[in-house]
Nanobody
Framework: QVQLVESGGGLVQAGGSLRLSCAAS????????MYWFRQAPGKEREFVAH????????TYADSAKGRFTISRDNAKNTVDLQMNNLKPEDTGVYYC????????????????????WGQGTQVTVSS
C-alpha cells in the first residue's frame, strides 16, 4: 500500500515559480513510475509530467516543456515538480499518481490505470 500526499501549492503571480512535492509512504516507492496531473475548474484531468521508477526517463506535456521539471528521490520517497514561468492557464489542482513498474510505462488516460492517487494541491496563478 502506498499513500501519496502533495504539498507546495499556493497563489503566485504570472511569471513566478512553485515547487510541488509528493511524499509517498511505504517501502516500495522505487517500484513505481510517478506522474503529475492537473485539473482546472470545469475541465478534465490532464497529464503534466511523468518520471520512471529509476528516474532515468521523463516525459512532459507540451504545455509543461521548458518550464516544468519533474524529479524524484527514491531514498526520501518523494517526487517533485518544479514549475517556472507560471501562467494563469496553469491554475488547477495538481495531483500525483503512482503506477507500478510491472504494469508498463506510458501515458494513460483512465484513472484506474494508476494504482494510487494523492488528494491534490491547489495552484492558482494570477495575471
Amino acid at each position: 500500500q502506498v499513500q501519496l500526499v502533495e504539498s507546495g501549492g499556493g497563489l503566485v503571480q504570472a511569471g513566478g515559480s512553485l515547487r510541488l512535492s509528493c511524499a509517498a509512504s511505504g517501502r516500495t516507492f522505487s517500484s513505481y513510475h510517478m506522474y503529475w496531473f492537473r485539473q482546472a475548474p470545469g475541465k478534465e484531468r490532464e497529464f503534466v509530467a511523468h518520471i520512471t521508477w529509476s528516474g532515468r526517463s521523463v516525459t512532459y506535456a507540451d504545455s509543461a516543456k521548458g518550464r516544468f521539471t519533474i524529479s524524484r528521490d527514491n531514498a526520501k520517497n518523494t517526487v517533485d515538480l518544479q514549475m517556472n514561468n507560471l501562467k494563469p492557464e496553469d491554475t488547477g489542482v495538481y495531483y500525483c499518481a503512482a503506477r507500478h513498474n510491472g504494469r508498463g510505462y506510458g501515458r494513460f488516460l483512465a484513472t484506474d490505470e494508476y494504482d494510487y492517487w494523492g488528494q491534490g494541491t491547489q495552484v492558482t496563478v494570477s495575471s
